[in-house]
C-alpha cells in the first residue's frame, strides 16, 4: 500500500508563496502519475494538478499560472510551488498516486498540510 506524507502547509498573506512536498513510499516513484488535490472547506477534493511519469503537466484552471507542480524521482517526491496565493486557495492539501489511463487515484490518502490564505 503506498503511503504518502505531505509538509509544506501554513498561514501565508495574500499575494505569499508556498511550497508543498509529498513523499512517497511507491516501489518504482519514477513511472506513477502524481496528482495534487485541494479540499476547501464545504467543497469536495478536487485535482489541481498532475505530472506524468515523462513530466506533462496539467492544471485546474483555478490555479493555473500561479501553481507549478514537480518531481524529485531520486527523491520520490512531488511538489507544488504556489505563488500569488488567493484566500481561495484555502485548504487542505493532498497528493496521491494516479492511474495514467483513468485518472483515479492509486493510494491511500495522508493526512493533508493545511494552507490558510489570509485576505
Known amino acids: 500500500q503506498v503511503q504518502l506524507v505531505e509538509s509544506g502547509g501554513g498561514l501565508v498573506q495574500a499575494g505569499g508563496s508556498l511550497r508543498l512536498s509529498c513523499a512517497a513510499s511507491?516501489?518504482?516513484?519514477?513511472?506513477?502519475?502524481m496528482g495534487w488535490y485541494r479540499q476547501a472547506p464545504g467543497y469536495q477534493r478536487e485535482l489541481i494538478a498532475g505530472?506524468?511519469?515523462?513530466?506533462?503537466?496539467n492544471y485546474a484552471d483555478s490555479v493555473k499560472g500561479r501553481f507549478t507542480i514537480s518531481r524529485d524521482n531520486a527523491k520520490k517526491t512531488v511538489y507544488l510551488h504556489m505563488n500569488n496565493l488567493k484566500p481561495e486557495d484555502t485548504g487542505v492539501y493532498y497528493c496521491?498516486?494516479?492511474?495514467?489511463?483513468?485518472?483515479?487515484?492509486?493510494?491511500?490518502w495522508g493526512q493533508g498540510t493545511q494552507v490558510t490564505v489570509s485576505s
Open positions: 505530472i506524468t511519469s515523462g513530466g506533462t503537466t
Open positions: 496521491n498516486v494516479r492511474d495514467y489511463y483513468s485518472g483515479g487515484v492509486l493510494g491511500s
Open positions: 511507491t516501489r518504482i516513484f519514477s513511472i506513477n502519475s
